[in-house]
RNA sequence: GCGCUCUUAGCUCAACUGGAUAGAGCAUUUGACUUCGAAUCAAAAGGUUGGGGGUUCAAGUCCCUCAGAGCGCACCA
């Protein structure tokens, strides 16, 4: 249920109707799509606003206020108005009547779950991949972010009727599976009693591989050295790959985060996949065999020129045309990448979005390229790239370094402030703007921390209910009616554009506008709680007046009842007392 | 040099994807606890939306241009 909608569709009905009557000629869906009716940026202005006038004025042949008087007299017919103005260039306000208010009230207490079902969905797939960090270390601070938006767009988006495949692609091929095995081969002489002073450059240096070293050691004690090469190398890459991937489960785990499908790209490479990319690409006369062109600007004396097997992405919006083969014939990462997508487009039979970090922007364009291809531009992908995560430790860049043993995990990052801090905070920035991480702020308990701010008004809520315990007649929603002073009106106000949020939210796939919404809905409620220290009788609980109360009460259990939904979509735990 | 993403109040960010007088928080100034939880609230002040041009009923939002920031830039993954 969305009032929003409701009113809508009278005006659709509207529009029709006078299109009939005075034959005008114009696509009614054109129109229909551009028809807004929204709460106005200032309430001032009045509960919803529509450009409908404005839309109309090129069709009907008139100016738009000529237009925005006919409407003002229909809608003054729709149920529930209260008054309707024009104003500015033809806007037309309408303004509710209060008890059109206690009545949206009303249902939404009745239906909570039918309440904010927004169905944009229905039930299409979507394969939304995230995460895929190389299996070669621990989940860090940067990997957060992406992990956490990706996991809320997810449940968002099975929320409005989605039916979402959480993918997780491992990069376990490769020269990086050469350099951890080499690492991890170094752990297991250590273990064997060899001192290791410095660890070779270009190998991981971390010291998590230890835990691969041991385990190779308890297996194999010294005999994996009489081993020869190729079987060492299956055996170390099996079980580093495997307690890498382990760890990095468990550490989603601890986030809340359980993926539905691991993608090995071992499994990409030996599959059938690459040689049907080709095909694909061939029979569409996208592939050539060529030279690539410098970038302009470099040098020419650093210029290799070599011919080899082309992808023509400049076809669909690339800047450059691709490489699928190195110069000594062996497949590109990028090519088992198209093949990655190929295998996802044929499993989803939906649309793709892949959550990235910042430094894979550039590749955004032939990915694009690539899927519209593979697709014929049936599949849409959306790609969301998350910006760069700044640690700080009050107000003070955290220094990160890998070797100094300064390098921030994602675990320490949840053991420092909890899951549930984490994931709220990851959303309170749009996902392509930078975001500041300060620990010092997280872990506060006050209006800077908006995680804290949000869990208190829940709180607040519910020790209202515990004091009402008196007079608490199990909430019957008879007289809700009774609500009718301005601040308790905008309250509902706020409260029923829950379902707008959603949509849009799911729509642009802005999970962060959940988290703005819950902070604002928390800003309303504290405000409306600290009004009953000036106005008395604008308190919640009025003790001579048990059906006032109930209605307020009512109010109070909306409130908790929208905050429990937003932060059930980011999965996070609310908190009845702190 | 080229490409992508950005630039909004002193600071950190919103703005319903083209809508009306651009909104919050922090910091500053000032008020509210005998009270349903002051871990909160209310008020003041703060802006040529980086500069300039264009598109239209309407531009922070779209296009062009200049300046600045971050990221990337042929066989790595």
């Known amino acids: 249920m969305n009032i929003y909608k409701d009113y809508l569709n009278f005006l659709k009905d509207t529009v029709l109707l006078l299109k009939k009557k005075h034959k005008y000629e114009f696509d009614i869906n054109d129109i229909f799509s551009k028809i807004t009716l929204e709460p106005p940026k200032n309430l001032s202005h009045g509960d919803m606003s529509t450009n409908i006038a404005m839309l109309l004025a090129p069709k009907f042949k008139k ?73 070669t270390g621990p989940l860090h601070a940067g990997h957060a972010r992406g992990a956490v938006f990706g996991d809320a767009l997810a449940s968002l988006l099975s929320k409005v009727g989605f039916n979402v495949t959480k993918e997780y692609y491992i990069n376990d091929a490769g020269s990086q599976i050469e350099k951890l095995v080499q690492s991890s081969i170094l752990r297991y002489h250590e273990c064997l009693g060899d001192k290791i002073t410095v660890i070779p450059k270009g190998l991981y240096p971390g010291d998590y591989l230890k835990e ?31 307690i890498m991937l382990d760890n990095i489960k468990i550490d989603l785990l601890k986030l809340g985060i359980k993926m539905d499908v691991y993608t090995s790209e071992q499994k990409i490479v030996s599959s059938d996949l690459l040689s049907n990319v080709i095909s694909i690409l061939e029979r569409k006369n996208l592939l050539y065999k060529g030279v690539l062109a410098p970038p302009k600007g470099m040098k020419t004396e650093d ?66 390229a690539a899927v519209n291809a593979l697709s014929d531009s049936k599949i849409s992908i959306d790609t969301k790239v998350c910006s760069l995560v700044n640690l700080l430790e009050d107000g003070k860049p955290l220094k990160m370094s890998k070797r100094a043993g300064t390098f921030v995990t994602l675990s320490d990052i949840i053991d420092a402030v909890g899951k549930d801090v984490l994931r709220f905070i990851m959303l309170t920035r749009r996902n392509d703007q930078s975001l ?12 800077e ?49 829950w379902p707008r949020i959603l949509e849009l ?74």
């Open 63 to 135: 100016k738009p206020f000529e237009i925005a008087e006919i409407f003002k007299e229909q809608i003054n017919t729709f149920p529930g108005i209260k008054s309707v103005s024009i104003a500015g260039p033809g806007f037309l306000n309408i303004i509710l009547d209060h008890l059109t208010w206690s009545n949206c009230l009303h249902k939404i207490l009745l239906n909570p779950d039918d309440w904010d079902q927004v169905n944009i969905g229905k039930g299409s797939n979507v394969n939304l991949e995230y995460i895929s960090a190389n299996p």
């Open 212 to 242: 691969v070293g041991n385990a190779l050691f308890i297996k194999y004690n010294n005999k994996l050295k009489s081993y020869d090469k190729d079987e060492i190398f299956k055996i170390v890459s099996e079980l580093s790959l495997k």
């Open 303 to 368: 210029w290799e020129t070599r011919e080899q097997l082309l992808f023509k992405s400049s076809n669909y919006g690339d800047d450059a045309d691709r490489a699928l083969q190195k110069s000594d014939g062996s497949w590109t990462y990028f090519a088992t990448d198209m093949a990655y997508h190929l295998d996802k487009i044929n499993r989803t039979n939906g649309n793709l979005i892949n959550v990235l970090g910042a430094d894979h922007t550039g590749y955004i364009s032939r990915i694009n």
């Open 436 to 447: 500041d991480f300060d620990f010092k702020k997280v872990k506060e308990k006050s209006k």
């Open 449 to 497: 921390n908006p995680v804290f701010y949000v869990q208190y008004a829940y709180a607040r809520c519910h020790s209202i209910f515990k004091a009402a315990d008196t007079v608490k007649e199990n909430l019957n929603p008879n007289n809700l009616n009774l609500l009718k002073a301005e601040e308790e009106l905008n309250l509902i106000k706020f409260i029923s554009l």
């Open 505 to 578: 939210a799911a729509k642009h796939h802005e999970p962060h506008r959940i988290c703005f919404y819950l902070i604002e809905l928390a800003s309303n409620f504290h405000g409306l709680w600290n009004k009953g220290s000036d106005k008395p009788e604008l308190k919640f609980i009025v003790e001579d007046n048990l059906d006032l109360t109930n209605a307020r009460l009512s109010l109070v259990k909306a409130v908790a009842l929208t905050i429990s939904k937003g932060l059930n979509i980011l999965k996070i735990e609310p908190i009845k007392e702190m």
